[in-house]
C-alpha cells in the first residue's frame, strides 16, 4: 500500500524535520515496514552533504565481523574521499552503519559516486547542496529519533513509509531514492510499475545504475536521466505519465521545487492542500492535518495530472 | 466528447423509469412513516447532544453515536472529526447526525436511514453501500464515492475525485463541481448529477442507470452512450438539484444525459451453455 507526503514552505523555512515526522507517523498504518525522509535544509556555501550507509540495519545482527567490517568500509571511504581531492568540513554518525558527511568537492560527482559505491557493503543515499537522505527500518517516530530529525530547519521535504510488496525489506529498498548523480533530486513512490523491467534495461543501455530491484528506483532514474538530457522537471514529470505504465502516484524534489505526478487511472491516492504559504501532500488527509489541525480546503489531484511547486 | 449520433429511442435505452426506490428520499425527520429496523433505537430528534473528538478515536467516535442513539438522543454534533478513517459508519437508524469538520477514509459507509451533514470534505469512498438517507458533504470528496450505493441521497458541493459511483446501484449521487476519471465504472442502477464536468471513460461498462452532466465531458468509457432527455426527467433534476439548492452552471435544461449503450457481450441473452459454443 506504502503512504507517501510531501510539504513545501514557499519563502520561508520551518520545522520540517519535525513536521514530516508527524506526517509520515500518521500514514504508518499504510505502510510499518521502513520510513525514509529526504529533507531539503538551508545550503551552506558550496558545500555537499553526503548520507551514506556501510551496512543493512539487519546485517548488525549477523556476527562479530559485521563491526569491523563497517569500520573497515567507513575508513575506506574516507581514503576514497581524500584520494579524490575532497575537502571534508565534518564528519558525523547517525548509527553505526549510516553516516552523514559534510565537504566541498569541485570534481565531478558521478565519479566521486561511483568510487564509493564501488566499496563492498556502501551505498550513497544522497548527495546535495540542501537534501539530507534518511532511511531506515521501523515507523517515522522510530527513525526520526535515530537520526535526530526533530528541529531539522528548511523549506522542503518529501516521505515515504513502506509496505514492501515486491522487493525485501531493507533499507536499499527503501524510499525516498535519491536521483543519482544528481545533487538534491529525490523521489519517492506509492504504486506498481508493469514495464519496470522494460524501462529498467532501457536505462541500464544508457549508463545508469541500479541498487535494488524496486520500481520505485526507476522513477528516479527516469528523472535523473531526463534531465541529464537538459529537459525541465515538470516536462520531465508528463512525459514519465505516459511512458510509465502501471498505478502510480510518486513525489519528485529537487533543490527549490516539489512536484506531483498521478497516473492516467488515478488509481492510487493522494489528497493536496495548497496555500501561499505552504503546500501539503499526502497519501491520507489524516498526515496533512496533523501539522495543520484547523479546517482547510483539501482536494484530490485528478488523472494523469502533474504540478510543481517553488519554493 | 463521443458522437452524438445515436438516438438513444433508436437504440431501446429508455426501459427504466423514473420511479421507484431509488428516485425516493427515504427519511424526513418531519415524517412520522419512515422505514426503520425492528432493532433500531427510538430517537427524538428534539433531544440534541454534541461532543468533541479531537481526541477519539473512531471507534471511539462510533461507539459515543451508538450510545447516544441508544439513549434515544436524534440530533448529534461531532466536532473535530479531524479526517479520520472510518467515522460514522453503520448507523441502520434515523438520525441527523452533523460533523463540523472533515472525515478520512469510508466515512459513513453502510448506513441505512440517517440524514448526514460534513461540513467540511470527506476521502475516499464515502458513503460506500449506503441503502438509504441522505449525506450532504460541503466541500471536496475523494475518489470512489458512493461506491456501490444503494439508495438514498449522496450529495457533495463540491469537486470529487475519479471513479464516482462505481458499481452504482441505486439511490442519487449529485455533485455541485467536477468528477474524476471512470465516474459511474460498472454502474447498475441508479442516477448520478454532476454539475461540472467529468473526467475521461465517463459511465464506462455500465450495466444500466443515467448520468446527467452540466459541464464537457473528456469522453465516454466502453458502451456509454449519449441518451435524449425527457421532460419529466427535466422536472425531476430541477426538484431534485433544487432540494439541495444546486443548479449546474449550464441551466438545467441544457444538461446533458447519458446510459448504457447494452451492446456488451452480457447483453447478448445467450445462456452459459451457448456462450461456451461461440467461445
Same mark, same amino acid.
Given at each position: 500500500m506504502c503512504g507517501i507526503a510531501g510539504l513545501i514552505h514557499r519563502g520561508s523555512t520551518a520545522d520540517i524535520g519535525s513536521e514530516m515526522t508527524s506526517m509520515l507517523q500518521s500514514l504508518k498504518h499504510r505502510g510499518p515496514d521502513s520510513t525514509g525522509f529526504a529533507l531539503y535544509g538551508i545550503p551552506e556555501n558550496n558545500q555537499h552533504v553526503m548520507r551514506f550507509k556501510v551496512a543493512e540495519q539487519e546485517d548488525m545482527k549477523s556476527g562479530f565481523d559485521i563491526h569491523r567490517q563497517v569500520v573497515e568500509r567507513q575508513k575506506e571511504v574516507d581514503g576514497r574521499l581524500e584520494y579524490l581531492g575532497v575537502r571534508m568540513v565534518e564528519r558525523g554518525e547517525a548509527t553505526a552503519y549510516s553516516h552523514r558527511y559534510i565537504f566541498s568537492y569541485d570534481g565531478d560527482m558521478r565519479n566521486l559516486a561511483d568510487y564509493v559505491e564501488d566499496i563492498e557493503g556502501v551505498e550513497i543515499l544522497s548527495i546535495g547542496?540542501?537534501?539530507?537522505?534518511?532511511?531506515?527500518?521501523?515507523?517515522?517516530?522510530? &527513525?526520526?529519533?535515530?537520526?535526530?530529525?526533530?528541529?531539522?530547519?528548511?523549506?522542503?521535504?518529501?516521505?515515504?513509509?513502506? $509496505?514492501?510488496?515486491?522487493? /525485501?525489506?531493507?533499507?536499499?529498498?527503501?524510499?525516498?531514492?535519491?536521483?543519482?548523480?544528481?545533487?538534491?533530486?529525490?523521489?519517492?513512490?506509492?504504486?506498481?510499475?508493469?514495464?519496470?523491467?522494460?524501462?529498467?534495461?532501457?536505462?541500464?543501455?544508457? !549508463?545508469?545504475?541500479?541498487?535494488?530491484?524496486?520500481?520505485?528506483?526507476?522513477?528516479? &532514474?527516469?528523472?535523473?536521466?531526463?534531465?541529464?538530457?537538459?529537459?525541465?522537471?515538470?516536462?520531465?514529470?508528463?512525459?514519465?505519465?505516459?511512458e510509465l505504465d502501471g498505478v502510480f502516484t510518486y513525489l519528485v524534489a529537487t533543490s527549490d521545487r516539489l512536484g506531483m505526478a498521478k497516473d492516467v487511472m488515478a488509481a492510487k491516492p493522494m489528497v493536496l492542500y495548497e496555500s501561499d504559504e505552504f503546500v501539503g501532500l499526502a497519501s491520507e488527509e489524516v498526515a496533512i492535518r496533523s501539522v495543520f489541525p484547523k479546517e482547510i480546503e483539501t482536494w484530490d489531484p485528478y488523472h494523469g495530472e502533474v504540478k510543481v511547486w517553488q519554493a | 466528447m463521443a458522437s452524438l449520433d445515436h438516438k438513444s429511442h433508436d437504440m431501446g435505452l429508455h426501459a427504466e423509469q423514473l420511479a421507484g426506490r431509488t428516485q425516493q428520499r427515504f427519511f424526513s425527520a418531519t415524517e412520522e412513516e419512515n422505514f426503520t429496523y425492528p432493532w433500531s433505537h427510538e430517537v427524538d430528534f428534539r433531544l440534541a447532544e454534541e461532543f468533541d473528538a479531537d481526541t477519539m478515536t473512531a471507534t471511539e467516535i462510533n461507539l459515543k453515536i451508538r450510545e447516544l442513539m441508544q439513549n434515544g438522543v436524534g440530533t448529534i454534533t461531532v466536532r473535530n472529526p479531524r479526517a479520520r478513517h472510518g467515522v460514522g459508519v453503520g448507523i441502520l437508524n434515523r438520525l441527523n447526525l452533523k460533523f463540523e469538520g472533515s472525515l478520512g477514509y469510508f466515512g459513513c459507509g453502510l448506513?441505512?436511514?440517517?440524514?448526514?451533514?460534513? *461540513?467540511?470534505?470527506?476521502?475516499?469512498?464515502c458513503a460506500e453501500n449506503m441503502m438509504a438517507g441522505t449525506v450532504v458533504i460541503d466541500h471536496n470528496a475523494g475518489s470512489t464515492f458512493g461506491a456501490a450505493i444503494r439508495g438514498g441521497d449522496l450529495v457533495c458541493r463540491g469537486d470529487v475525485g475519479s471513479r464516482t459511483g462505481i458499481d452504482q446501484k441505486g439511490g442519487t449521487i449529485l455533485i455541485?463541481?467536477? *468528477?474524476?476519471?471512470?465516474?459511474?465504472?460498472?454502474?447498475?442502477?441508479?442516477?448520478?448529477?454532476?454539475?461540472?464536468?467529468? !473526467?475521461?471513460?465517463?459511465?464506462?461498462?455500465?450495466? /444500466?442507470?443515467?448520468?446527467? &452532466?452540466?459541464?464537457?465531458?473528456? /469522453?465516454?468509457?466502453?458502451?456509454?452512450?449519449?441518451?435524449?432527455?425527457?421532460?419529466?426527467?427535466?422536472?425531476?433534476?430541477?426538484?431534485?438539484?433544487? $432540494?439541495? /439548492? $444546486?443548479?449546474?452552471?449550464?441551466?438545467?435544461?441544457?444538461?446533458?444525459?447519458?446510459?448504457?449503450?447494452?451492446?456488451?457481450?452480457?447483453?447478448?441473452?445467450?445462456?452459459?451453455?451457448?456462450?461456451?459454443?461461440?467461445?
Open positions: 547542496h540542501g537534501l539530507e537522505l534518511v532511511k531506515d527500518l521501523g515507523d517515522a517516530a522510530t &527513525v526520526s529519533q535515530q537520526y535526530d530529525l526533530d528541529g531539522f530547519r528548511g523549506t522542503h521535504a518529501i516521505g515515504h513509509t513502506r $509496505m514492501a510488496t515486491e522487493s /525485501d525489506v531493507d533499507i536499499r529498498s527503501a524510499h525516498p531514492y535519491w536521483a543519482y548523480p544528481f545533487s538534491d533530486v529525490s523521489v519517492v513512490h506509492n504504486g506498481q510499475l508493469t514495464n519496470y523491467w522494460t524501462l529498467r534495461r532501457e536505462m541500464e543501455r544508457r !549508463g545508469h545504475r541500479f541498487m535494488s530491484n524496486c520500481d520505485s528506483e526507476l522513477i528516479a &532514474v527516469y528523472i535523473a536521466d531526463r534531465i541529464g538530457d537538459g529537459e525541465d522537471l515538470e516536462a520531465a514529470m508528463v512525459r514519465s505519465v505516459d | 448506513v441505512d436511514g440517517p440524514n448526514i451533514h460534513i *461540513t467540511g470534505r470527506v476521502g475516499w469512498s455541485g463541481g467536477r *468528477t474524476g476519471a471512470f465516474s459511474g465504472f460498472m454502474m447498475q442502477r441508479g442516477r448520478m448529477i454532476v454539475c461540472g464536468d467529468a !473526467g475521461k471513460n465517463l459511465g464506462d461498462s455500465m450495466y /444500466d442507470g443515467t448520468i446527467y &452532466v452540466g459541464g464537457e465531458v473528456e /469522453d465516454l468509457g466502453v458502451d456509454c452512450v449519449p441518451g435524449e432527455m425527457t421532460d419529466i426527467e427535466l422536472d425531476w433534476l430541477t426538484a431534485k438539484l433544487g $432540494m439541495y /439548492d $444546486m443548479e449546474p452552471a449550464c441551466g438545467i435544461a441544457n444538461m446533458k444525459k447519458f446510459v448504457a449503450g447494452k451492446q456488451l457481450w452480457n447483453y447478448d441473452n445467450l445462456e452459459p451453455s451457448e456462450k461456451k459454443l461461440v467461445l
